[in-house]
Every structure is written in structure tokens, then in C-alpha cells.
């Protein structure tokens, strides 16, 4: 097997494209190496990402033998891929989409991916296959040609390739000149009905003029403008807007390092990771998202569960029973999961970030929801479950398996939440809930004191315990600290540079061993966290040398993994991580308060 450590330099190949139905990453090669139908949380249809036998393909390359040079762009501010293929015969483009814009008043987000390739110059030869699969590898389809189309039967729904291009030279994977424009249209259920070329380039011109449209809307700091822009494309392509369901990724068993089995799938709506995303996207001026989440957040009837789970499926539905797939895994890391035990965890932190997630439905004069839905029930049932679960110890932030304590991160958001519930009670004029809030912050910041260390000058991972955490680092943030001397802030973080940073910039999350021993990579959240921090307490110019450094972690698109080693320069973990954008987001608005200049300067 190849020891994967050794590799140098290591980037995901890929681009990423989506329309808040689906999501699908695209190689540098042309293949689609990862999309799952008909949801995020399904099996792939093509899945060469963690088995490049079982996977499948549907890539656009050169002739067989032939080299290549390639390069991968987004069309400026949008969700639409080009990649450029460069061979000695000439260099063609094949350019990625998945339609998304307004119709009939609603958003028109088909399951459908739409692929063109243009000849660019010479006379390139290119070979075209597309080979479906279902059940994770396990269903090969019967294929079926019909008069300008290619049908794959045996999955859940048809599936069906239409093109302008032969279909026996796709289906015999035989090469061919490129001498025009070819079109391909692939759709899961219902098909495309309509003129493949001219409906190809109406659905072009709207999806792209939707996202450019989008980003307009986007509140922007003065810094870092064009890795913020990419960041929150890739945040809104994690929502899944049939439900509001928010995903942290949409890949799974990405290693967070090779060769230790830290493989996740991470296709599921945790509620923390949703929190975080809203936030993003509210400091960007985007609300749609957040109103989506709250109908997600009410159909998972609070009212008449006993408690949350950290995580669910993208429909609201409980089970996430954590399999593991015969499948060879990325690069050869096994195992490969589907599903995740974390779902059965006690994590209590998840409250405090519903509220946090949704005050601004109630607080933020600019949002309009709808005034019958401004009731205090939502919020008087989530801050029970903190008055509830206050000295009950979890599985932490960090999910340890196993292990539980009462851990400083679900105190930090009993704290914030309950100040939330606060500004809501404040805002609906309902005494009751304003002063059970209060007296729910005064609780959390009692037991939060009793996670210092005098020794360490810093708040530590969990009542009794002396472990740093970097997940601490928000206390600062969140606002803790605003009415406390500003040394706690700076103890803390000197504490935490001393304790967890692997190289300036670099954070592992904590230092004492877990299941799987101790930890190698560094996980790129702390490293936002800390940079936002710096922030905080003023040292804008030290924030902003070190996130020029951190971002440096990007491939060649501007897209973030979850974890980075440092000593291989290397991106590792599932991929796009919606918690790394999220921090880039959060850094930029952050130093760009801190400096407090003029637009003009």
C-alpha cells in the first residue's frame, strides 16, 4: 500500500459545482469524481473519489495515450467550472454547471448536470465516458440508446445522457475529432425535455447571471474580497434548500491525516456546523438561508423530544446508523462511512447554537418573518433544554467516543444562547423569558469559571481538567470577555500558542491523545479561530499576516479541506469543509473592523 504520508504538497484536484439540490466535484481531468443523487446524503453516481473501479466516470479527456496540460477556473463570481484540457493536437474547454435561477417564483434547481465542450484550437481527439452507478458501486445500469440519448436503467429513477454528440462512440468509449460544440445534458427522473442547445445556453445565461446576481447582494469587507466572495459561493452550495438542512461537507472518508482511520461522512446537518454557516452568511447580508434552517429546526418538533442530537439526515429524519463500505477509499485510507455514530452522541452545545442560529429571525428589524411565527415557544423550549442539561456532561465539541465530561464549549454556548434568548425576550417584551435567561447565563458563567487554571492562566477543555482546547479561543469571540480585564483574553491566547500551535498559524485542536492516538494534522477552524481572536483584542496586523499565510492551505480554486498538515504542506479531510470558509468569512469582517479606516483608504 502507498504510504500517503510521504506525499508532498498534496491538493484536491477538484472544483466544485452545485444548485442547493445536489453537489458534484469535478477533477481537474474533466472526470466527475464525486456526486450523489438524488441528495447529498445518497449514494454516489459517480464516486471514482474513493474507488476508482466501483466509482464509475464521466469524464471528458484526451485520447487515450495522449498527454495533457490542464488548468480549472470558475466564471468571476459564479458556480460555474471551466477547465481546459491542453494537448499536443490542440486544447478544448468543457465547462460545468448546475442550473440554478428564479422561475414561476421559485427556484428552478433540477437534478441535472450540464456539461459543454468547446474546441478551442488545433484538433483535439477526445474520448467520452459516462458510467453511472448506484448503491455505492454495487448496481452497474443496463444502458439503452435512443435517438439522441443514452438511458442507464437499474437505479432508483431513469437516468439519461442527452447529447448532440455520437452515442456509439460514447458508448463504445471510442475516440473523436472535436470539430464543434458538443452539448451534454445528464438528468436524474425527468428528463430534459426541449432543445438540447438552445435550452443549454438559456439555462447557462440565467444560472450565471443568478450567482453574479448573488454575490452582488453580498455584504463585503473592505479585505480579502475575492477569497470571501469564493467562500460563500461554496457556503451556499451546502444548503440543501428542499428543507433548509445545512451539510458540513459534501464528501465522506476523506482522511483528516493518512492512514489513521479518521474517515468521516460528513453529508449530514449538524447543528453546531449550521450555526457557524448562518453566521457567515449573515454578516454577508444573506437571511434566506437562516429562515430555510428555522422551518428545519421547527419540523424537528423541539417540543416534544427530550433531547437533540447533534446531527441529522438533510430530511430531519434520526437514523445515521454508521456502516462501513467495501469501497478502496481515497488514496487506499480505509475505512469508508456511510452514516456517522456521532448522530447518537450527547453533545449539548447544539442548543445554545439553535438560538444563536436564529435570534435575528426576531431581533433584526430587516428581516421579515412572518409575525405569527414571532412566538417566544421555539425559543422558550431550546433555552429549557439548557436550563435542563446545564451540569450534564457530553461528548464534547470534538465528538470523543467514549468520553464524557462537562466540557467549557457547551458551557461558552449555554452562555451565548441564553444571552440570545435574552435579546429575544427583550425584543417580544416577555419578562418571564428574560429572566429565566438571565439567570441561565449566570449558571453557564459560573461553571465556566470553574474550567480556569490558575497554573495555566487560561480556561481549559472541561471542568477538572487542565487540557487546552483551541474550541476555547471563542470565548473571545463570542463575547465573554467584553466587560472582563482584557489580559484573560491575551492569557488565553498565549496559552494556546504555547500549548497547540504546530507552526505560526496552525492549531491542532487539542494535545492529549484520543481513540486514534494523538493528533498529526492541523484542523483549519482553529486556526480561524485564533486569527479571529488576535483580531479581537486588537492585533489586526498579526490576524492579517497569518490568514494570508492560512490561506495559502487552498487548491487551486480557492476551496478548503477541513484539516492541513503543516509538515507535508498538504490538505487532507473531507472537502469543501463549510467550518474552514466559514472562518476565512469570519477573519476577513473581523481585521477589517479592527483597522476601522475609511473605505476610501
Avoid at 498579526?542 to 490568514?547: N, S
Wanted: net charge negative; proline share 4%; with cysteine.
Amino acid at each position: 500500500m502507498e504510504n500517503t504520508q510521504k506525499i508532498q504538497n498534496h491538493r484536491y484536484q477538484l472544483g466544485l459545482i452545485g444548485n442547493c439540490a445536489y453537489n458534484a466535484l469535478i477533477n481537474t481531468d474533466t472526470n466527475i469524481s464525486w456526486m450523489c443523487w438524488p441528495r447529498f446524503d445518497s449514494s454516489f453516481i459517480f464516486g471514482s473519489l474513493l474507488d476508482n473501479e466501483k466509482g464509475g466516470e464521466f469524464s471528458i479527456k484526451p485520447a487515450s495515450g495522449e498527454s495533457f496540460n490542464s488548468s480549472q477556473t470558475y466564471l468571476k463570481n459564479t458556480n460555474i467550472l471551466r477547465t481546459r484540457i491542453e494537448t499536443k493536437e490542440g486544447v478544448y474547454e468543457v465547462l460545468d454547471f448546475a442550473p440554478r435561477f428564479s422561475l414561476f417564483e421559485r427556484y428552478h434547481k433540477p437534478l441535472m448536470i450540464f456539461r459543454k465542450v468547446k474546441k478551442i484550437s488545433g484538433h483535439p481527439r477526445i474520448t467520452v465516458r459516462c458510467q453511472p452507478r448506484g448503491n455505492y458501486g454495487e448496481v452497474i445500469p443496463k444502458h439503452l440508446m435512443g435517438s439522441n440519448h443514452i438511458r442507464y436503467e437499474g437505479l432508483e429513477q431513469p437516468v439519461r445522457l442527452t447529447t448532440n454528440a455520437s452515442l456509439n462512440y460514447i458508448l463504445e468509449e471510442k475516440p473523436f475529432f472535436l470539430e464543434e460544440d458538443i452539448y451534454f445534458v445528464l438528468s436524474w427522473g425527468i428528463p430534459l425535455e426541449g432543445p438540447l442547445e438552445t435550452t443549454f445556453e438559456d439555462f447557462f445565461n440565467r444560472t450565471e447571471k443568478y450567482w453574479q446576481k448573488w454575490v452582488e447582494h453580498c455584504h463585503l469587507p473592505q479585505i480579502f474580497q475575492p477569497e470571501v466572495i469564493r467562500s460563500a459561493l461554496a457556503l451556499k452550495l451546502h444548503q440543501y434548500e428542499d428543507t433548509g438542512a445545512i451539510i458540513a461537507s459534501a464528501t465522506t472518508s476523506l482522511p483528516e491525516i493518512p492512514h489513521e482511520g479518521r474517515n468521516w461522512d460528513y453529508r449530514f446537518c449538524w447543528l453546531r456546523d449550521t450555526y457557524y454557516t448562518l453566521a457567515a452568511l449573515n454578516s454577508l447580508g444573506h437571511f434566506e438561508e437562516m429562515e430555510r434552517f428555522a422551518h428545519f429546526i421547527e419540523n424537528l418538533n423541539l417540543h416534544d423530544l427530550s433531547t437533540i442530537q447533534p446531527c441529522y439526515r438533510i430530511d430531519g429524519s434520526k437514523d445515521l446508523t454508521e456502516i462501513i463500505l467495501p469501497l478502496k477509499g481515497y488514496q487506499g485510507n480505509t475505512p469508508v462511512r456511510v452514516g456517522n455514530q456521532a448522530s447518537e452522541q450527547i453533545q449539548h452545545d447544539a442548543y445554545g447554537q439553535i438560538l444563536l442560529a436564529l435570534f435575528k429571525l426576531y431581533t433584526d428589524e430587516r428581516i421579515n418573518y412572518k409575525s405569527e411565527k414571532r412566538s417566544a415557544r421555539l425559543v422558550e423550549r431550546t433555552l429549557g433544554y439548557i436550563e435542563t442539561y446545564m451540569e450534564t456532561p457530553d461528548n464534547g465539541v470534538w465528538e470523543f467516543r467514549g468520553k464524557q465530561a462537562l466540557h467549557s464549549y457547551a458551557l461558552m454556548f449555554h452562555w451565548a444562547g441564553s444571552a440570545a434568548a435574552r435579546s429575544v425576550a427583550r425584543k417580544i417584551n416577555n419578562k418571564d423569558l428574560y429572566e429565566r435567561a438571565n439567570l441561565a447565563m449566570d449558571r453557564a458563567a459560573a461553571l465556566i469559571e470553574k474550567t480556569y487554571s490558575s497554573r495555566k492562566k487560561a480556561y481549559t477543555q472541561a471542568v477538572g481538567s487542565e487540557h487546552l482546547d483551541a474550541s476555547i479561543l471563542q470565548l473571545i469571540t463570542v463575547g465573554y470577555f467584553h466587560n472582563k480585564d482584557i489580559e484573560l483574553s491575551r492569557n488565553l491566547i498565549a496559552a494556546i500558542e504555547q500549548e497547540l500551535m504546530l507552526s505560526p498559524g496552525f492549531l491542532v485542536r487539542y494535545r492529549h491523545a484520543d481513540d486514534f492516538g494523538l493528533q498529526k494534522s492541523a484542523f483549519l477552524v482553529c486556526s480561524f479561530w485564533y486569527i479571529e481572536a488576535l483580531a479581537n483584542i486588537g492585533e489586526a496586523d498579526k490576524a492579517e499576516q497569518l490568514l494570508n499565510e492560512v490561506m495559502k492551505t487552498t487548491n487551486h480554486v480557492g476551496l478548503m479541506s477541513e484539516d492541513f498538515d503543516v509538515d507535508t504542506n498538504s490538505q487532507w479531510g473531507n472537502f469543501p469543509q463549510t467550518y474552514s470558509h466559514v472562518g476565512l468569512i469570519n477573519c476577513a469582517f473581523a481585521i477589517d473592523k479592527a483597522r476601522r479606516t475609511p473605505p476610501f483608504m
